[in-house]
């Protein structure tokens, strides 16, 4: 994907939505606290950019949702998923923000959301949408997440680990290791810009939320912004505020699962190729394999997408050159 990064011409500045938070003693912080969370080097060169999710504008024509800190946190966990899943997923920000308690005009901090997050799940951007034609007054319903929502974004937390750890200091140093993580969610003023058109410290205080996701070197830093749809290149000096990183992952075992209307057949997505694997009891009882994988007694206990037409081809298996294992391809799932 070819990215325009914008210039002192054409740069449009934030409206913020950012409420600035520092650590606390007890937050969990790279490097000198332990953490349940395993922490991998994901992307050990910190080059994010073929990873990238769909982009989306956090603002409307009708004015700004002030959801920075939310919008940021779901592409964050977006990119990790098409790193670590070769799959790409798009998180409903409306609920993050909304059920975050994000203030119309105001915004939120950064460890309440990311603590919203992680305790209440997500569900997919389909199930509670924004687009560019809804009042910020229908995006924010009141305050109130539909009490349906909120209890499928709860079902996320048995299928998924999320959670976060800030930074030791914001040193370029210290940014491009934490790169290898995830990208990184930082705090950022008003757009100012030196003469090589690289975005610096304006003084004016930290307003906005984006996330830094790759880097030139020790030369510069790419920034996303999702207020205006906006990249930018941000000086190896800049001052971040309170930089922070993010784990995503599926829990063991756990996979979305495909029906096709009518047909008897159960697929679960080939873990890094766009291909589907029907699932098959053979000798065991279905229960039992369940069970086993999953912790339920049937698969109607699991998300399942019920479609009318596989997303994906069926994968094959037989005699290949090396025993049994993968061949290919075929047209539909024959087992069950």
């Not at 002030?66 to 790193?83: A, D, M, Q, T, Y």
């Not at 105001?106 to 389909?126: D, F, H, L, P």
């Not at 999320?162 to 940014?175: F, K, V």
């Not at 000798?283 to 998300?303: A, C, R």
Request: proline share 5%.
């Amino acid at each position: 994907m070819s990215i325009t990064f914008a210039t002192p011409e054409t740069i449009k500045q934030p409206s913020g939505g950012l409420i600035v938070e520092k650590p606390l003693e007890q937050d969990h912080v790279l490097g000198a606290t332990e953490t349940a969370i395993q922490w991998e080097r994901l992307v050990p060169d910190g080059h994010w950019q073929d990873y990238q999710p769909v982009s989306e504008r956090q603002s409307s024509k009708y004015g700004n949702t002030f959801g920075c800190v939310g919008f940021s946190l779901n592409s964050n966990h977006e990119f990790i998923h098409r790193k670590r899943y070769n799959e790409e997923i798009n998180k409903s920000d409306r609920l993050t923000v909304v059920g975050s308690g994000t203030e119309p005009g105001r915004g939120n901090s950064k460890r309440t959301v990311a603590e919203w997050s992680r305790k209440n799940g997500w569900v997919e951007e389909w199930r509670w949408p924004f687009d560019f034609e809804m009042t910020i007054e229908k995006y924010y319903n009141g305050g109130i997440v539909p009490p349906e929502l909120l209890a499928l974004a709860l079902k996320k937390l048995a299928q998924y680990e999320t959670g976060y750890q800030w930074l030791p200091d914001n040193r370029l140093e210290t940014i491009l290791d934490g790169l290898q993580f995830s990208p990184v969610q930082v705090d950022v003023e008003a757009y100012m810009f030196n003469s090589r058109g690289y975005v610096i410290n304006s003084g004016r205080g930290y307003t906005h939320e984006i996330d830094v996701f790759d880097h030139e070197g020790t030369d510069c830093l790419w920034g996303y912004d999702s207020e205006r749809d906006q990249y930018v290149k941000i000086d190896r000096s800049y001052n971040f505020g309170y930089p922070m990183i993010h784990h995503f992952k599926k829990k063991f075992m756990t996979l979305k699962l495909y029906k096709k209307i009518g047909a008897p057949a159960i697929y679960v997505k080939h873990w890094s190729q766009n291909l589907l694997i029907p699932f098959t009891s053979g000798y065991v009882p279905g229960g039992d394999l369940f069970k086993s994988l999953y912790g339920v007694e049937k698969y109607s206990d699991l998300e399942r997408e019920d479609v009318e037409e596989l997303p994906f081809p069926v994968a094959s298996y037989g005699i290949t050159t090396s025993g049994l294992g993968f061949v290919g391809a075929n047209e539909e799932g024959a087992i069950e």
